[in-house]
C-alpha cells in the first residue's frame, strides 16, 4: 500500500481519533488522540492489509521553542512503525501537553517500547501509563531534569554525586 | 529488578547463609574487559545459571542530540563520526542522506557511488571488528589479530580516501568531501585480495572448530517472532530467518544498480550471526568492487582552452573583478585541495547553491563565489531546510541505522533523533542470557556488537 492509501485506511477506521494527516517527504504521518493510540496500534499491527509488526523507532520532540507551536501541545511522542511482510513505513504521532505529559505505554504491543520508552522518560519528562518499569535508561538516578526539553541550558551542569568524604 | 540495581552486592550473600539455597546477584562490569568498560549486567544466577539479569547502559552518554540542536546542520557531522565508532562513513552518508530528504535534492550519480563504495568498506571493517573481538573474548586470540590486520588494511583505504581513521567527517550534506584518489580501485583490489585471505583462514580456524562451536551453537538464541517483537534489525534479524535488508527492500544511493545477495541463518544463535556476518563481507565486498567498475565519471565540464595561471596571479585577477573567463580554468589552489578541485567539486557535489559550499577556486577568485560562501558559514545563513520532519534509514553494519530530523526553518536543526541500531539487541539481552549458563553472557554480548557510541549517543 502506498502512503496516502494507509492513511485514508486510518481516517476511515477512526475517524475523530486520527487529528491530522500529512504525507511530507513521502514519509506517511498520522496524528492520533492519545485515547485512541493504542487502539491505533493494535489496529496496525493486526490488520492484515497493514501487518505494521516492527516499532522501528519512538522518540519525541518538545516544540517550546518551534515556530507558530508555542502554545499548543508542548510534546509529540512519534513512533515510526515499519512492516515486514509488506515493506511501509509509518510514523505514528501523539500530541502530550506539558501539564499532563503522559501517555499510553506499548510494552504490552512490543517488548522493546520498554527501553525506547525509558529513554524518552529519561529526556524528555514524559511518563507512560501502564510501563511495568519506568526507570531512567541513560542518565543516573540522581540526574535532575530532562535534558532534551528545549528549556534545559545545553551548558547547564549537575551537581557531584558520590559519597562525601 | 528496580530494586535489586539499588541493592548493595556482597560477595558472599547467597548461597550457605540461612536455610535453603539462595540466589546470587553478579555484577558485569562496567569496569569488565568483555562489556568495553561501558555495559553493567546485573545477573541473578542459581548455581551458574542466570535466572535474570539487568542491563544498565548510558555509560557513554555525551548528548549527541542536544549537541546537534546547537549548532547548523553541517557542524553535527563529526559527532556522527563518533555514533558507530567502528564504521563512521554509514552515520555520515545517513545524516547526511536525511537532511537532503528534508531538502528534497538528489545527489549526483558519482556521488551515490562513492558513497556505496566506503559504506560497505566499513562494513567489512565492522564486522571484522566484531567477529575479530568476539572470538578473542573465548580465547581465541589469533583470530583478534588476523582479523585486526585486515581492518587495518580496510582503514589505510578509508585513510587514503578522508584523510583519517576514525574521526573521518567525509560526508557533506549535498555530497561528499573529496573524490577518490587516484588508482583507488588498484589499492582496492590488493585490500579485497588480502582480507579474502584472512576470512579464509579465519574461516577455517572458526567455522568447524569444536571448541568455539561449542559455545556457540545453540547459545543466545532468540525466536524469529521476539527478534521482530523486539525491532531487532541487521546481521541479528537475518540469523533468525528474515531476509531483511534495508539496501534491498527500501534502496536508497546507488545500492539498486548492483548485485548482491542477503545471507540468512535459520536458529538464530549465536553461530548462525557469525555465519552471517562472514557471509555479508563477502557480499560487501561484492558490491564495492560492481561499483567502483561502474563509477560514473559524471558532469565535468572544463575549458581546456583556459591557461594555467598560478594561484597568486588568479586570487589577485579575482579581487580586481577580472573573472571573466576565470571560472573555467582549472587550477590548484592548495595541495590540501586534494580530491576536491573544481571539477571533481562539481562531479561529487550537488549544484545546489543554499546547500553546498562552492568549491575553492570560485571562492578565492569571484566575489560571487566568496559571497556564497559567507552566505553558507555565516550564523543563521547556512543551510535551511524547509519546515517539516523527515524519517531516513540506511543499513548500518548492526542494522537498520535511522535518522529523524525536525527543521523549523532555521540553520539549526530542531530535533535530531538517531535510531541506534544495537539499541534492541541490547534491550533484548536479558531475555537471551536468561536461562543459559555465566560463560554464554560473554559470546552472547559479543555477538551483538554492541557498539557505546551509538547506544548511548
Known amino acids: 500500500m502506498d502512503g496516502q ?7 476511515s477506521t477512526f475517524g475523530p481519533g486520527i487529528v491530522e494527516t500529512h504525507d511530507h517527504h513521502g514519509d506517511p504521518t498520522a496524528v492520533v488522540e492519545r485515547s485512541a493510540i493504542l487502539e491505533a496500534f493494535r489496529f496496525c499491527r493486526d490488520d492484515p492489509d497493514l501487518r505494521f509488526n516492527v516499532l522501528m ?3 519525541a520532540v518538545d516544540y517550546l521553542k518551534y515556530p507558530e507551536r508555542e502554545f499548543g501541545p508542548r510534546f509529540e511522542v512519534v513512533y515510526h512503525l515499519y512492516s515486514l511482510p509488506h515493506n511501509h513505513r509509518l510514523r505514528l504521532k501523539v500530541r502530550v501537553e506539558e501539564d499532563d505529559a503522559r501517555a499510553p505505554s506499548a510494552v504490552g504491543l512490543w517488548p522493546i517500547a520498554n527501553w525506547f520508552e525509558r529513554e524518552v522518560w529519561d529526556m524528555f519528562g514524559i511518563r507512560f501509563d501502564g510501563h511495568p518499569d519506568l526507570r531512567r535508561l541513560l542518565m543516573y538516578e540522581e540526574f535532575q531534569g530532562h535534558p532534551l526539553r528545549k528549556d534545559y541550558p545545553v551548558t547547564k551542569r549537575q551537581p557531584l554525586i558520590g559519597p562525601n568524604n | 529488578m528496580a530494586k535489586r ?8 550473600e547467597g548461597s550457605g547463609t540461612g536455610s535453603g539455597s539462595q540466589h546470587l546477584y553478579v555484577n558485569m562490569g562496567p569496569s569488565h574487559p568483555a562489556m568495553h568498560g561501558v555495559i553493567r549486567i546485573l545477573a541473578e544466577l542459581d548455581g551458574e545459571t542466570v535466572v535474570n539479569a539487568d542491563v544498565e547502559i548510558g555509560y557513554l552518554h555525551r548528548a549527541f542530540e542536544k549537541e546537534c540542536e546547537a549548532g547548523p546542520y553541517n557542524n553535527a557531522i563529526p559527532y556522527t563520526d563518533r555514533l558507530n565508532y567502528v564504521s563512521p562513513l554509514i552515520n555520515n552518508f545517513g545524516y547526511a542522506s536525511c537532511v537532503e530528504k528534508l531538502l528534497g535534492i538528489d545527489v549526483t550519480e558519482r556521488c551515490k557511488y562513492v558513497r556505496v563504495i566506503m559504506s560497505e568498506i566499513s562494513r567489512v571493517s565492522d564486522h571484522l571488528t566484531c567477529i575479530g573481538a568476539s572470538a578473542m573474548e573465548l580465547g581465541a586470540f589469533t583470530v583478534f589479530l588476523y582479523m585486526i590486520k585486515a581492518r587495518e588494511y580496510l582503514w589505510e583505504l578509508v585513510e587514503d580516501v578522508t584523510g583519517a581513521r576514525l574521526t573521518i567527517s567525509y560526508a557533506r550534506v549535498g555530497g561528499v568531501k573529496a573524490d577518490l584518489p587516484d588508482a583507488f580501485g588498484v589499492k582496492v583490489r590488493k585490500a579485497f585480495k588480502e582480507t579474502r585471505q584472512v576470512l579464509e583462514e579465519v574461516g577455517k580456524l572458526l567455522t568447524g572448530n569444536r571448541i568455539f562451536m561449542d559455545r556457540m551453537v545453540g547459545v543466545g538464541a532468540l525466536s524469529r517472532e521476539d527478534t521482530i517483537a523486539y525491532a531487532i534489525t541487521g546481521p541479528l534479524l537475518r540469523a533468525a530467518g528474515v531476509s ?10 546507488a545500492y539498486d544498480h548492483v548485485e548482491f545477495e542477503i545471507p540468512t541463518g535459520r536458529n538464530g544463535d549465536n553461530y548462525d550471526r557469525y555465519l552471517v556476518r562472514m557471509a555479508e563481507m563477502e557480499q560487501s565486498m561484492r558490491i564495492v568492487e560492481q561499483a567502483l567498475d561502474a563509477l560514473p565519471g559524471g558532469p565535468i565540464n572544463v575549458d581546456w582552452a583556459g591557461r594555467a595561471i598560478d594561484p597568486a596571479s588568479y586570487v589577485d585577477l579575482g579581487k580586481q573583478g577580472k573573472t571573466e573567463g576565470l571560472l573555467l580554468i582549472p587550477i590548484t589552489l592548495s ?11 562539481r562531479a561529487l557535489n ?10 575553492k577556486e570560485n571562492t578565492y577568485g569571484s566575489i560571487e563565489g566568496l559571497m556564497n560562501h559567507f552566505m553558507l558559514i555565516m550564523d543563521g545563513y547556512g543551510i535551511r531546510p524547509p519546515k517539516g520532519e523527515a524519517y531516513f534509514a540506511v543499513e548500518g ?17 530542531y530535533r535530531v533523533r538517531c535510531r541506534p541500531p544495537c539499541f534492541p539487541p541490547m ?25 557505546a557510541g551509538e547506544l548511548d549517543r
Not at chain 1, 492509501?5 to 481516517?11: E, M, N, Q, S
Not at chain 2, 540495581?5 to 560477595?11: A, N, Q, S
Not at chain 2, 534491550?427 to 556488537?449: H, Q
Open chain 1, 5 to 11: 492509501a494507509i492513511l485514508l485506511r486510518l481516517t
Open chain 1, 57 to 59: 523507532d519512538l522518540t
Open chain 2, 5 to 12: 540495581t539499588r541493592r548493595e552486592i556482597y560477595l558472599g
Open chain 2, 244 to 253: 531483511y535488508d534495508v539496501r534491498r527492500a527500501q534502496p536508497y544511493w
Open chain 2, 335 to 345: 595541495p590540501n585541495l586534494a580530491g576536491i578541485e573544481r571539477p571533481l567539486h
Open chain 2, 350 to 359: 550537488v549544484p545546489d547553491k543554499r546547500v553546498v559550499l562552492p568549491p
Open chain 2, 397 to 413: 553494519a548492526n542494522g537498520e541505522l535511522g535518522f529523524y530530523i525536525v527543521s523549523d526553518g532555521t540553520d539549526r536543526p
Open chain 2, 427 to 451: 534491550a533484548a539481552l536479558p531475555r537471551m542470557i536468561e536461562g543459559e549458563m555465566v560463560a554464554d553472557i560473554v559470546p552472547t554480548f559479543g555477538s551483538i556488537n554492541m557498539i
